[in-house]
């Protein structure tokens, strides 16, 4: 990420959950995509503005925060099918690397749970900036895009489709914003 000389080289940031969507998108039907979200994500971003390689993210969501609009299909996500939250409520990021790619933007490395199968994934970041809020927070942005396949996880649950196909796609689309506070 970006060095700033006017900071300390190391800095941790808290996500904000209020200004931070954890989004996906999986096709649907094979010629649809249906998209949702997680409302409930906490973590820490620690940058190392020397040596941008050391930084680090930790991140918990919520499971049964899953939110498509759709309170059948939410349910349906909720139970043993997919995600088992009674079981395992969190699904959890934590990196392993971070390798920089330009001043703004990283390729990281982690380690994703979900149910509690843990798999590598490689997520693309980009620093959209910082500045201050009116309340006189330092706030950070990130955008932070990623695919992973959903059986790797256990996620196997399908309906064949009388025309081909199957109902739920295997590859699910990261889409995750993030605004950061600086923790002073």
Same mark, same amino acid.
């Given at each position: *990420? &970006?060095?700033?000389?006017?900071?300390?080289?190391?800095?941790?940031?808290?996500?904000?959950?209020?200004?931070?969507?954890?989004?996906?998108?999986?096709?649907? *039907?094979?010629?649809?995509?249906?998209?949702?979200?997680?409302?409930?994500?906490?973590?820490?971003?620690?940058?190392?503005?020397?040596?941008? /390689?050391?930084?680090?993210?930790?991140?918990?969501?919520? /499971?049964?925060? +899953?939110?498509?609009?759709?309170?059948q299909r939410d349910g349906h996500l909720r139970s043993?099918?997919?995600?088992?939250?009674?079981?395992?409520?969190?699904?959890?990021?934590?990196?392993?690397?971070?390798?920089?790619?330009?001043?703004?933007?990283?390729?990281?490395?982690?380690?994703?749970?979900?149910?509690?199968?843990?798999?590598? +994934?490689?997520?693309? /970041?980009?620093?959209?900036?910082?500045?201050?809020?009116?309340?006189?927070?330092?706030?950070?942005?990130?955008?932070?895009?990623?695919?992973?396949?959903?059986?790797?996880?256990?996620?196997?649950?399908? &309906? /064949?489709?009388?025309?081909?196909?199957?109902?739920?796609?295997?590859?699910?689309?990261?889409?995750?914003?993030?605004?950061?506070?600086?923790?002073?």
């Amino acid at each position: *990420m &970006a060095v700033d000389t006017q900071t300390a080289a190391r800095t941790t940031w808290q996500i904000d959950p209020k200004h931070t969507t954890v989004g996906f998108a999986v096709k649907h *039907m094979v010629f649809a995509t249906a998209k949702g979200r997680f409302a409930g994500v906490s973590g820490t971003i620690v940058l190392d503005e020397a040596n941008p /390689a050391q930084s680090s993210v930790q991140v918990e969501v919520d /499971a049964a925060s +899953v939110d498509t609009r759709e309170q059948q299909r939410d349910g349906h996500l909720r139970s043993p099918d997919f995600f088992h939250v009674e079981q395992y409520p969190t699904i959890t990021f934590t990196s392993t690397r971070v390798e920089p790619t330009s001043a703004n933007t990283a390729r990281v490395y982690g380690d994703l749970t979900i149910r509690g199968v843990t798999r590598p +994934v490689v997520l693309d /970041a980009t620093l959209l900036g910082r500045g201050k809020n009116p309340w006189g927070q330092e706030v950070a942005g990130f955008e932070v895009r990623g695919k992973v396949n959903r059986k790797e996880f256990g996620l196997n649950w399908n &309906a /064949a489709l009388e025309t081909g196909g199957f109902l739920v796609g295997d590859e699910v689309n990261l889409e995750i914003d993030v605004e950061a506070v600086h923790q002073q």
